[in-house]
């Protein structure tokens, strides 16, 4: 019997001081959208995924609109210190899911089926590029369905690493730091999936390429990538996801229609 995978997102409010201590660290630009964004990530997983689960963590105060097409659960969480919240709320989740899971931001879209990569054996799958800062890009992670036991026992070392960082990591970084620093051994200098242990636990790694893609430049990320099943509108390529999502649909529409 084929696992279901459910994709889950994580969004909550934060103060006008905590979004400037984000900037602080990047340069990203303020979503001011933040629903439509996450609702846009749903549609397309659900697009390659029809039956696949779709749910949103966050904390017990933000508001969602009516008509969130989605599962919503509400933690106790540090609205202050949002990745560490995130990262929290991740192992929250774990801790009592079923089937297989699929983490995303809410500026991701799903542009291809992920169903194979579960038909390998791990625990966790977190996707890589050569980056020097940043070798492994949280914005997309996945755990197995058949070792959500192990994937939640990865998220625990995960999340103790992170919390040995200063206060400012919590706020943002610190969760890709502390994934750097679990694998300082590993060489990142390749292009293929491939698979290591880190304290007994089975993790694999998949490129960014096709599992995670953005273009070099943001100003690039207008084209079609029908490779990557997965394409990340990071930065300040926000602005081009809502514009490409609604020309993909219309694209299927009109193959559909011939």
Not at 14 to 19: D, G, L, N
Not at 181 to 210: I, K
């Amino acid at each position: 019997m084929t696992e279901r995978i459910t994709f889950v997102a994580f969004y909550m409010d934060v103060s006008a001081a905590t979004m400037q201590r984000i900037h602080q660290t990047t340069s990203t630009i303020t979503v001011t959208e933040p629903h439509c964004f996450i609702q846009t990530m749903f549609a397309s997983a659900r697009h390659f995924h029809p039956g696949c689960g779709r749910v949103i963590l966050s904390d017990q105060h933000t508001h969602f609109p009516p008509g969130t097409n989605a599962e919503i659960r509400r933690l106790p969480l540090d609205k202050k210190a949002p990745m560490l919240a995130r990262a929290r709320a991740w192992l929250a989740y774990l801790r009592e899911a079923s089937g297989h899971v699929i983490f995303l931001d809410n500026d991701i879209l799903i542009n291809g089926d992920l169903g194979h990569v579960f038909a390998e054996e791990f625990a966790v799958a977190l996707t890589y590029r050569d980056e020097r800062k940043w070798p492994i890009n949280a914005g997309i992670n996945f755990a197995h369905g058949c070792y959500l036991t192990v994937a939640a026992a990865f998220h625990e070392l995960w999340l103790r690493r992170f919390l040995l960082a200063d206060e400012q990591s919590g706020v943002w970084g610190g969760d890709q730091d502390a994934l750097r620093e679990l694998f300082s051994e590993v060489d990142f200098a390749r292009d293929d999936c491939f698979g290591c242990c880190l304290a007994g636990l089975a993790v694999r790694f998949l490129p960014c390429a096709r599992y995670n893609f953005s273009t070099r430049r943001a100003a690039d990320m207008v084209g079609q990538y029908p490779d990557a099943a997965a394409l990340h509108f990071k930065g300040r390529r926000k602005p081009f996801m809502l514009p490409y999502y609604q020309q993909y649909i219309h694209d299927s529409e009109n193959r559909t229609e011939k």
